[in-house]
């Protein structure tokens, strides 16, 4: 069975695939025995052709839910979007949706994290508290939809540290590790982040579908 994700973005596909892979729900036998399938992994960079998806919604829930349904209807394939962002609270959320274009086009994450911290220039410490917000739809082949969401809060630093990652990780301080997002592993960043956090809600939900689809094609 294969499954989009509707994103260009390698750094969530890698993240995204990492964390199907970790889960089992991709491999025959894991999960108890629950999912007797496999996934096969497709992201919008196998799909050229397609139009560049317009994120015009107002929330992440709605931006999610459009790039869902826009790469859904063309290719029919079950689907997996996220719209994910930083919300800081001395800025009153922002950069919120615009996260990925904070610093204007064309996106790019060096000049997003130094809008950051200018804005930042003068906050203190104690005040630079800030979450990363994800949220997760999902299109199953016959259409149905489901929409999670999933937060890790941290603050944010005076300057960078760490070399993983990507967007705002190397400034996202996670308190309780005593280290930025980029200075995880992978498999500690898919244990602590917003986008694991939503996935690993999602997963009853895709073992499910998984299991009605492997059941409907053994017939």
């Given at each position: 069975?294969?499954?989009?994700?509707?994103?260009?973005?390698?750094?969530?596909?890698?993240?995204?695939?990492?964390?199907?892979?970790?889960?089992?729900?991709?491999?025959?036998?894991?999960?108890?025995?629950?999912?007797?399938?496999?996934?096969?992994?497709?992201?919008?960079?196998?799909?050229?052709?397609?139009?560049?998806?317009?994120?015009?919604?107002?929330?992440?829930?709605?931006?999610?839910?459009?790039?869902?349904?826009?790469?859904?209807?063309?290719?029919?394939?079950?689907?997996?979007?996220?719209?994910?962002?930083?919300?800081?609270?001395?800025?009153?959320?922002?950069?919120?949706?615009?996260?990925?274009?904070?610093?204007?086009?064309?996106?790019?994450?060096?000049?997003?994290?130094?809008?950051?911290?200018?804005?930042?220039?003068?906050?203190?410490?104690?005040?630079?508290?800030?979450?990363?917000?994800?949220?997760?739809?999902?299109?199953?082949?016959?259409?149905?939809?489901?929409?999670?969401?999933?937060?890790?809060?941290?603050?944010?630093?005076?300057?960078?540290?760490?070399?993983?990652g990507f967007?705002?990780?190397?400034?996202?301080?996670?308190?309780?590790?005593?280290?930025?997002?980029?200075?995880?592993?992978?498999?500690?960043?898919?244990?602590?982040?917003?986008?694991?956090?939503?996935?690993?809600?999602?997963?009853?939900?895709?073992?499910?579908?998984l299991t009605?689809?492997?059941?409907?094609?053994?017939?």
């Amino acid at each position: 069975m294969k499954i989009l994700l509707a994103t260009k973005n390698k750094g969530k596909v890698k993240e995204l695939a990492e964390l199907i892979a970790q889960s089992g729900i991709s491999s025959p036998g894991l999960q108890s025995g629950k999912v007797k399938t496999s996934l096969s992994i497709l992201s919008l960079n196998d799909f050229p052709e397609l139009p560049e998806i317009e994120e015009n919604g107002q929330t992440f829930a709605e931006n999610a839910l459009i790039k869902a349904r826009i790469a859904f209807a063309q290719t029919k394939l079950m689907t997996l979007a996220d719209d994910s962002g930083l919300e800081v609270d001395v800025l009153n959320g922002a950069p919120g949706i615009y996260s990925a274009r904070y610093a204007g086009e064309p996106k790019d994450d060096e000049r997003n994290i130094q809008k950051l911290l200018a804005d930042l220039q003068d906050v203190p410490e104690e005040a630079r508290t800030a979450r990363f917000r994800c949220s997760l739809a999902i299109i199953t082949p016959d259409g149905q939809e489901h929409l999670i969401e999933g937060t890790v809060e941290g603050r944010i630093l005076k300057e960078k540290k760490g070399q993983c990652g990507f967007g705002y990780d190397p400034v996202f301080y996670l308190p309780e590790l005593g280290k930025t997002m980029a200075e995880l592993e992978m498999e500690e960043k898919n244990a602590k982040s917003h986008r694991a956090r939503a996935f690993r809600q999602a997963i009853p939900f895709l073992e499910k579908v998984l299991t009605r689809q492997n059941n409907e094609e053994a017939l």
